[in-house]
T-cell receptor, first 113, second 113 residues
Framework: NAGVTQTPKFRVLKTGQSMTLLCAQD?????MYWYRQDPGMGLRLIHYSVGEGTTAKGEVPDGYNVSRLKKQNFLLGLESAAPSQTSVYFC????????????FGQGTRLTVV | AQSVAQPEDQVNVAEGNPLTVKCTYS??????LFWYVQYPNRGLQFLLKYITGDNLVKGSYGFEAEFNKSQTSFHLKKPSALVSDSALYFCAVRGDAGNMLTFGGGTRLMVKP
């Protein structure tokens, strides 16, 4: 059972380039999340989705877009990367019930130069 | 808006001694509280959660957490620390009025032999 899989694991971008991070889960979870982790800042929610075809903004959505065309996939896009977006990105998924824990992927380390 | 505070960036404890990692929260409605652990270059792993009922929750690897509604706290504890417990610990909250899962800034636990 793969759980939550993130692609790619590492990436270096030049300022202004675009890229898409892919998150795939095989647990039939309704909810999916994208977080960024920065030193001293903990995990901050970028966007999340409560179901196929729906997305919502989190705490730090600016500069990112997301799509959830299939229940098992949640894509995070950077249209024009900036050095401030250098971070480790984590995807997570959970069942709909409020009392269920989220499962995390292994992370994507992104550097924007 | 909901929030989580972990007031200590780092907690140092000697092996065999009890440990406490502090967490306080703010959320509308009933809280659903979670603790996660992160080892270097890994994703977050679920440790335990509070839903309703007993204020003392037992989880993985001998960890437990005490929920205190009046103090809006959910401190993580372990009676006897191991060197292998050294990691980054995150507290998270979800309220029954919303869908976001909000994390604290994290606390680094260092257990010395």
């Amino acid at each position: 059972n793969a759980g939550v899989t993130q692609t790619p694991k590492f990436r270096v971008l030049k300022t202004g380039q675009s890229m898409t991070l892919l998150c795939a889960q095989d647990m039939n979870h309704e909810y999916m999340y994208w977080y960024r982790q920065d030193p001293g800042m903990g995990l901050r929610l970028i966007h999340y989705s409560v179901g196929e075809g729906t997305t919502a903004k989190g705490e730090v959505p600016d500069g990112y877009n997301v799509s959830r065309l299939k229940k098992q996939n949640f894509l995070l896009g950077l249209e024009s990367a900036a050095p401030s977006q250098t971070s480790v990105y984590f995807c997570a998924s959970s069942y709909r019930a409020k009392n269920t824990e989220a499962f995390f992927g292994q992370g994507t380390r992104l550097t924007v130069v | 808006a909901q929030s989580v505070a972990q007031p200590e960036d780092q907690v140092n404890v000697a092996e065999g001694n009890p440990l406490t990692v502090k967490c306080t929260y703010s959320v509308s409605g009933n809280p659903y509280l979670f603790w996660y652990v992160q080892y270097p270059n890994r994703g977050l792993q679920f440790l335990l959660k509070y839903i309703t009922g007993d204020n003392l929750v037992k989880g993985s690897y001998g960890f437990e957490a005490e929920f205190n509604k009046s103090q809006t706290s959910f401190h993580l504890k372990k009676p006897s620390a191991l060197v292998s417990d050294s990691a980054l610990y995150f507290c998270a909250v979800r309220g029954d009025a919303g869908n976001m899962l909000t994390f604290g800034g994290g606390t680094r636990l260092m257990v010395k032999p």
